[in-house]
């Protein structure tokens, strides 16, 4: 197991026009979600790029400036790509997702249809609609032909096997239940001082409630999980096989029980919180992150009187982990301190102020369950191996707060790992949370201080509604912005910091996960302002398959490296991921219509230009 814990320690102006071949040649765009177009034989033919103005201003020999502008109002060409039956189709399905009857009820509506037209019907209507819009095919082979089209046109694709366990509520609580507690907790329940936001509760533990566009995975056994594995194993390939550079994405819920997920994230909200606790022993609160500095001296006098260590244990223990030679010791330092040990269960380990010790967060672990948490890092060890192997770059995505502190720790201990060369491994960043910023901006810093590749995927987040209500209803902090003004404000104050390290130091990556068009005009604002060029591919711009096309094709028209997640899998198998597309556009599209009067714009402008049997081109 090499899955390491231990944190270690004179101007020049012209004015370009990019002719199509060399918009093609400057720009590796036009694969999974980063993907490359160095081809095989059954791939698309090159992509042909609109004429783009870019202002190139030299400001020294190695920083330059691009202005590159997009329009978003031309349907010729964010629809290039789309015949007019799709067109009418994408319309049909926004317009039903504008009903709250048929978006409440749309389950007990697809199961009708499927009992009354029968198997073949039904999947060739779902094909023509819902399945069609959404969904690229139902494996490996039928997704080609969607992939090398986009591809043509500048759209990369992130593929992702879009199955998921049909399960009833009450089973799904029952397999929640089981696998987030522990075997102690069974046998001596309030036993051992567990908080419960980290704990499971049985009206939450269908995880799928309240949530739209996330996919949910509920532990079944470790012969799931090694299937699970698989599954992403297969993706990557396939991605791998599209073209270089790809993406995938995976989930950490998929690979392990869950238990220790929840465990993990305690402990290291509780050493954070420890952090804070001497911080403002030294008068240091209100200040972000990475400007809270404890003094050593003071530090280790505070660390006696708790009855924690003693002064010169505690000289040893920093001295040991190399930290505290400037004086102080930052969070960085202090989150170095949860290490790596022979087992894996040595890791949940708590400081308890009332009795000046550090204690195991739970009385006792089974061998099992230390071979479980075992398990899932060697899973998350082998797909990053694999993505490594085959040219993909692996995105963890988010997941919810009470097993968020552990998926990003391990994330980065992955990328720590393997991004020492190139940007392998992209953590999930969700800007709808209070400490998004905080969390991003102590990632970059150890990232700059170790010298690997930063990767991050910017989200405003998929848990909202779920959140708010546990929080409420436990009786813990609503770990949510107040405000969406406050999410908005938020995504793009991460959103340039991160840009503001590529512009400094190249090591950073941004994947722009986003179909909110005025993130991404701020982005492509600061990506100008900060001579940071497309041909780069250090900032990405990610949206759903079916969804915002007139955002993603003229950003890849254009030469931005733009990516479409793409879900595929039997038509009966991805019933879920449709149900919640379903809901999703209702949210959206209720409350801006913005996509279908684009999408009425270039019809009436076919009809009326006599093209209305337009050909995809590009």
Not at 9 to 22: D, E, F, K
Not at 108 to 113: P, T
Not at 176 to 203: F, I, L, T, W
Not at 294 to 316: F, P, R, T, V, Y
Request: charged share 30%; glycine share 6%.
């Amino acid at each position: 197991m090499s899955c390491a814990f231990r944190a270690r320690s004179g101007i020049c102006r012209s004015r370009v026009l990019l002719t199509p071949l060399a918009v093609r040649s400057q720009s590796s765009v036009a694969t999974p979600q980063n993907k490359t177009t160095s081809e095989t034989d059954d791939e698309a033919p090159v992509v042909k790029k609109r004429d783009v103005q870019v202002d190139d201003i030299c400001a020294s020999c190695s920083a330059s400036r691009y202005r590159v502008s997009i329009d978003f109002e031309n349907t010729k060409e964010a629809y290039r790509s789309k015949t007019t039956l799709e067109l009418l189709r994408s319309l049909f399905v926004f317009k039903l997702c504008t009903f709250d009857f048929v978006v409440d009820r749309n389950k007990e509506l697809m199961q009708l249809s499927r009992a009354v037209l029968r198997k073949p019907l039904f999947e060739r209507l779902m094909k023509m609609t819902f399945y069609g819009q959404f969904v690229a095919g139902e494996d490996q082979e039928t997704i080609k032909p969607l992939i090398r089209r986009n591809r043509m046109f500048g759209v990369g694709s992130v593929l992702d096997y879009s199955v998921e366990e049909d399960l009833t509520q009450e089973e799904a609580e029952k397999k929640e239940m089981e696998s987030c507690v522990s075997e102690a907790e069974k046998e001596c329940p309030g036993v051992d001082h567990r908080e419960k936001k980290y704990k499971a509760h049985r009206q939450f533990g269908d995880r799928r409630g309240g949530v739209i566009s996330a996919r949910t995975y509920f532990y079944a056994d470790e012969a799931k999980c090694d299937h699970h594995m698989e599954t992403f194993i297969k993706c990557i390939e396939a991605s791998g096989g599209s073209s270089e550079d790809g993406f995938s994405a995976i989930k950490l819920t998929a690979l392990g029980r869950p238990q220790f997920l929840l465990q993990f994230s305690e402990v290291l909200v509780k050493w954070r919180r420890f952090f804070n606790l001497l911080a403002a022993d030294q008068g240091k609160v209100g200040l972000a992150a990475l400007e809270v500095k404890l003094e050593m001296k003071q530090l280790e006098e505070s660390l006696a009187k708790l009855g924690i260590l003693a002064k010169e244990e505690s000289q040893n223990w920093f001295t040991g982990e190399n930290l505290g030679f400037k004086g102080t010791v930052d969070l960085l330092d202090w989150n170095s301190l949860i290490d790596s040990r022979m087992k894996i269960s040595n890791l949940l380990l708590i400081p308890n102020l009332e009795t000046g010790q550090l204690e195991p967060l739970l009385s006792r672990f089974t061998d099992e369950e230390e071979k479980q948490m075992k398990r899932m890092l060697q899973r998350m060890d082998v797909l990053a191996k694999e993505a490594l192997r085959h040219g993909v770059r692996l995105m963890v995505d988010a997941e919810q707060t009470y097993f968020q502190p552990a998926i990003s720790r391990l994330t980065l201990e992955m990328q720590r790992k393997f991004n020492t060369e190139k940007p392998i491994i992209f953590n999930t960043y969700q800007c709808y949370l209070k400490e998004a910023y905080d969390n991003v901006s102590v990632d970059v810093e150890l990232s700059r201080r170790e010298g690997w590749y930063f990767g991050a995927k910017l989200v405003r987040g998929a848990y909202m509604y779920q959140e708010r209500t546990r929080a409420e209803e436990i009786g813990y902090e609503d770990p949510i912005n107040p405000t969406y003004e406050a999410t908005n404000n938020m995504y793009h104050r991460c959103l340039d910091y991160v840009l503001e390290e590529i512009h400094h130091n190249r090591k950073a990556n941004v994947m722009v996960a986003s179909h909110n068009e005025q993130t991404v005009k701020f982005t492509l604002n600061r990506m100008n302002q900060l001579g940071i060029h497309p041909s780069e591919n250090k900032v990405y711009f990610g949206q759903l398959l079916g969804m915002c096309d007139q955002i993603s094709f003229p950003l890849g028209q254009a030469g931005y490296p733009v990516y479409k997640y793409v879900p595929y899998g039997p038509v009966n198998e991805v019933m879920p991921y449709l149900s919640r597309r379903a809901q999703e556009n209702r949210g959206m599209m209720q409350g801006a219509q913005r996509e279908r009067s684009l999408l009425w714009a270039e019809l009436t402008r076919r009809l009326f230009g006599g093209e209305l049997l337009h050909t995809p081109r590009p």
